[in-house]
């Protein structure tokens, strides 16, 4: 069957399913009972009509019909199925609709956090951030989901879960110059890494991290984050990273750009940076470039 058929079967589903529905809610279907029965039914139809939609690659239309489904769980107090069928809505929307799909996200997370169910709830924050984060380019709104997914991670003792939404969260707060909050998390996950064996190796990244925010509020900041780490965790003294903040802030210091240059190429050579590290450094730079033009 092609497309055009899949699409006429599906049209065909939800009107019968639209039927189904009136008939459970008609005086005799009251009085004779079998509405319930008569409402599962037209569930299956919207999910089956949902479906032949996607198969055609109608998203909009199968988004509407598991709508209807999960409108129809709600109704006859199936909540489980009701947010499952609110996510596959949310995801056919996600192809056609970005904000209909955060709209049915949204409903199924509030039927999971109602359940008690945090950790799936978590899981779909991600989602709704990712689609603010990709389609609707409104970051402010994505780091507000992750920040509710961390929440609802740690609360859950899913510790490294919350992190890894935390650490999203700091990498666009340092993008957009709020340099404070991203410190926080980048000092609080560097702790959190120091502290474990598996994770310890990942703290030095963290930390350096946390230093660049530092830097590009203040150099004195930064060069006591600096000594303040490494008192923490002795082994950053001897990571490259380390080296590299040392040899920036000396070049900051003695307003030498080419030296400041030199050091960040020489790093590169061996450690590819990617575009965060790019953008601080960069961002550092500037305000020697600043300085060195208002002493001329």
Request: some cysteine; proline content about 1%; overall charge negative.
């Amino acid at each position: 069957m092609d497309n055009s058929g899949k699409e006429k079967e599906a049209t065909a589903l939800m009107a019968e399913a639209e039927k189904k529905m009136k008939s459970s809610q008609s005086f005799f279907g009251a009085i004779f009972g079998g509405g319930s029965s008569k409402l599962e039914e037209a569930c299956d139809m919207f999910v089956r009509a949902a479906n032949m939609y996607k198969m055609a690659k109608n998203w909009c239309a199968a988004g509407n019909a598991f709508s209807q489904a999960a409108n129809l769980h709600l109704q006859m107090q199936s909540k489980h199925d009701a947010a499952t069928n609110f996510i596959d809505a949310g995801n056919a929307f996600k192809k056609a609709d970005p904000q209909e799909a955060i709209n049915c996200l949204n409903r199924a997370i509030e039927i999971y956090t109602d359940m008690g169910r945090f950790t799936i709830a978590a899981k779909h924050h991600i989602t709704i951030a990712e689609i603010y984060e990709t389609e609707m380019v409104d970051i402010d709104k994505a780091i507000a989901h992750y920040e509710q997914a961390a929440d609802y991670y740690k609360g859950e003792e899913s510790t490294s879960s919350a992190n890894k939404c935390l650490l999203k969260v700091a990498t666009y707060a340092a993008q957009l110059e709020q340099y404070p909050k991203a410190i926080e998390i980048y000092e609080q996950v560097g702790t959190h890494a120091m502290d474990s064996t598996l994770l310890k190796y990942s703290a030095k990244d963290h930390f350096f991290k946390a230093a660049l925010c530092h830097f590009c509020v203040d150099m004195l900041n930064a060069k006591l984050a600096v000594q303040k780490y490494e008192e923490m965790f002795p082994a950053f003294s001897d990571a490259r990273e380390s080296k590299l903040l040392k040899k920036l802030l000396d070049a900051y210091e003695e307003q030498n750009l080419e030296a400041y240059t030199d050091s960040v190429k020489e790093f590169d050579t061996i450690s590819r940076l990617d575009q965060w590290l790019t953008t601080m450094l960069l961002r550092i730079k500037k305000t020697i470039q600043d300085d060195e033009s208002d002493l001329r």
